[in-house]
């Protein structure tokens, strides 16, 4: 897949061969056992322990040295007791979102981070859900430690933690319209004059991305 | 002559019940008042405006007389969108931003941001040696200079106002450090993405030795004043406790962790920057409470002193090494220098580019507007900042600005256990026990 022109800046007369870019969009796809390192032994243990495994699974992705497991939002609960319990991930040290909205039906990701200190081990869980029904169960029943995590995921992208004992808005007000970390979120910002240039704000300066 | 009624420091009813506000001096007023009521049960807006909640803090907390029955933190006063302004600047141009979250520990910051920049561009092997000793004896220095403040204002929260007078004198010394190294004492934006922004200035290896001398003289201060101390024992003995099972699963790192005994520091555990070549000890106690904690950070200052000495060692080894990685498509084409402002222009590089080589000039220009590529994927690394895991987790669609970046701040977590730690102690406790989190609001709002 590849993407060619400015990349969103429009009308400029630009000669410089800037509007001649072509940027090529690499997708990561999924991996095939081996997965290398400790990730086939932790896989492993995940199917014995939970014999649902390979239906809860979407995809498994090893990049950069890092496993990322796709789980079913659905299934997310039980997955998370499963690593607790039996394969010993004791910490959800944070839970993030990331927003694509490229991918239709999937431009929530939801991702989790996990770490197993009797192992010495981390793995990442990825969710995917829609933007038009946004709803990951909570795992503040599985890691308490997940709840303002979760706040700040629903703060700013607006995915819903289902049964979480009180998704409220933590970091904007609590009357704040929209989800600020969304793509569609305008980042505003305003030009500065400086020695008699004006300096255009941040998001409409010309982008190479 | 019209009387004016201040509607800051009045009381008035709400649906709620009685409102109090309080802003200084008319407290004798304000006991009277709930004196005269027969209602125990009064709830106590701390904050976010207070001097002894680390900054801007909110806790509300639900009182029975001096007994705390509930806590709740109201955070978000310091958020400033940093993780959305870094979506709209270049790779290199993040590390200004991020620098700046958690304002004591900004070294950290950038560390663990590049750290994970360079793991995105698969370029963790070949940044220098040099420049990876130069991160970790900042690391170090910042670890102190953090700890000052923790300890320092720690104590002052508690009555205890010359621990705090010396504690900053030791981070002045630091920051003094800060400012020969990279032009800033604060937010210096000095680890860059393949290495760190300069080398070092003549002569700053032997201005470290005498700092680190200095130090670890000066810090027998605060040992004397504090450490079996018994008004100071009295305060944090037993206070703010919060064992193993609450630490995992409110996923408590730092020194709060290390004080149910667990020797839990990724320095060692998951080396990065190579730790894994320094000798240093990981500080434990098992009482779970405020005062192990400080045990524990006064502790951490020899260990980070001895990694500093070891690093010194290991500069003087690699003197003339470079600070940046080779590829010059990542590589800024300029070594800054030092100025009476900060960080400046190397006036030798700028003679270059608009004097001598055009296609310096193009190449300059080419990186620093546009800047480099980092090809698409996701990465989370984490390192031990002065208050445990600070995670990055950092995606690239591949093109010259990030994705999304998103910092775990330990602050932020460990936030999150000020409920465990004071439900059902005394309201004075409450103070002792927030000090012990250390929380720093930059961190946590971001």
């Known amino acids: ?209 | 002559m019209t009387t004016f009624t201040d509607p800051y420091a009045s009381s008035q009813e709400t649906t709620e019940g009685r409102v109090y506000s309080v802003t200084g001096g008319d407290w004798d007023s304000l006991v009277t008042e709930i004196g005269a009521t027969k209602e125990e049960r009064v709830v106590l807006n701390m904050g976010p405006q207070h001097p002894s909640t680390h900054g801007v803090l909110r806790l509300i907390l639900e009182l029975e007389g001096e007994t705390v029955t509930e806590t709740r933190c109201g955070i978000g006063y310091l958020h400033t969108g940093i993780e959305k302004n870094t979506e709209f600047r270049n790779w290199t141009q993040g590390v200004t931003f991020v620098t700046r979250m958690d304002y004591l520990s900004p070294i950290f910051n950038e560390t663990a941001y590049c750290l994970g920049v360079e793991k995105l561009l698969g370029i963790t092997n070949d940044v220098t040696e040099r420049a990876t000793v130069i991160r970790v004896m900042m690391m170090e220095f910042n670890r102190i200079s953090s700890h000052m403040v923790a300890l320092g204002t720690g104590a002052l929260e508690l009555g205890a106002l010359s621990p705090m007078i010396f504690a900053f004198r030791e981070r002045e010394k630091v920051l003094d450090i800060f400012e020969l190294l990279s032009g800033l004492r604060m937010n210096m934006a000095y680890i860059r993405p393949g290495g760190v922004a300069q080398d070092l200035p003549a002569g700053a290896l032997t201005k470290i030795r005498e700092t680190v001398k200095d130090l670890r003289h000066n810090f027998k201060d605060n040992e004397k004043l504090l450490i079996g101390n018994s008004i100071w024992i009295k305060r944090t003995q037993g206070v703010g406790y919060l064992d193993l099972a609450g630490c995992t699963t409110l996923g408590i790192t730092g020194p709060v962790l290390r004080s149910t005994g667990l020797a839990w520091d990724l320095r060692k555990a998951q080396p990065y920057c190579g730790y894994e070549n320094y000798e240093f000890d990981i500080p434990t106690t098992d009482s779970c409470d405020v005062y192990g904690r400080f045990l524990i950070r006064m502790q951490e200052l020899e260990q980070s002193l001895r990694i500093i000495e070891q690093c010194v060692t290991k500069l003087e080894k690699l003197e003339g090494q470079p600070v940046m990685v080779a590829d010059k498509k990542i590589a800024w084409p300029s070594q800054l220098s030092v100025g009476a402002d900060g960080m400046g222009n190397s006036l030798n590089h700028i003679r270059e580019i608009m004097g001598e080589s055009m296609e310096a000039l193009i190449h300059h220009f080419k990186l620093v507007t546009e800047g480099f590529r980092v090809p698409a994927g996701q990465v989370y690394t984490a390192i031990e900042s002065p208050r445990g895991e600070l995670g990055v987790n950092l995606v690239s669609d591949g093109g010259t600005r990030p994705y999304r970046v998103h910092f775990r701040d330990p602050s932020f977590n460990n936030l999150q256990s000020t409920a465990a730690m004071c439900e059902g102690g005394q309201i004075a406790d409450v103070i002792a026990a927030v000090a012990s989190i250390d929380p720093v609001m930059g961190g946590v709002d971001r």
């Not at chain 1, 932790?42 to 497991?69: C, H, K, N, W």
């Not at chain 1, 629903?154 to 979480?164: A, E």
């Not at chain 1, 970390?181 to 300066?205: C, F, H, M, N």
């Open chain 1, 1 to 209: 897949m590849s993407k060619s022109g400015m990349f969103g800046s429009k009308g400029s007369g630009d000669t410089s061969g800037f509007s001649g870019l072509v940027k090529s969009e690499t997708v990561i796809g999924s991996a095939q056992r081996p997965y290398g390192g400790y990730f086939d032994q932790v896989a492993d243990d995940l199917e014995r322990a939970y014999p649902l495994f390979s239906d809860a699974i979407e995809q498994v992705v090893v990049d950069r040295g890092e496993l990322t497991l796709f789980i079913k939002p659905d299934r997310l609960t039980e997955v998370a007791k499963i690593l607790r319990d039996q394969l010993r991930f004791e910490m959800c040290v944070g839970v993030n979102g990331v927003h694509y909205p490229d991918q239709t039906n999937r431009e929530l990701h939801t991702i989790y981070s996990l770490l197993s200190i009797t192992r010495n081990q981390r793995i990442r869980l990825e969710v995917c859900v829609s933007e038009k029904s946004p709803h990951v169960p909570s795992l503040v029943e599985v890691w308490a430690g997940t709840n303002w995590h979760e706040r700040e995921t629903y703060d700013m992208f607006g995915i819903i933690f289902d049964n979480h004992p009180g998704l409220t808005r933590i970091l904007m007000p609590d009357d704040w319209a929209g989800f600020p970390q969304r793509k569609d979120y305008p980042l505003g910002g305003i030009e500065i004059e400086y020695k008699g240039a004006t300096v255009p704000a941040p998001s409409q300066r010309r982008s190479y991305t």
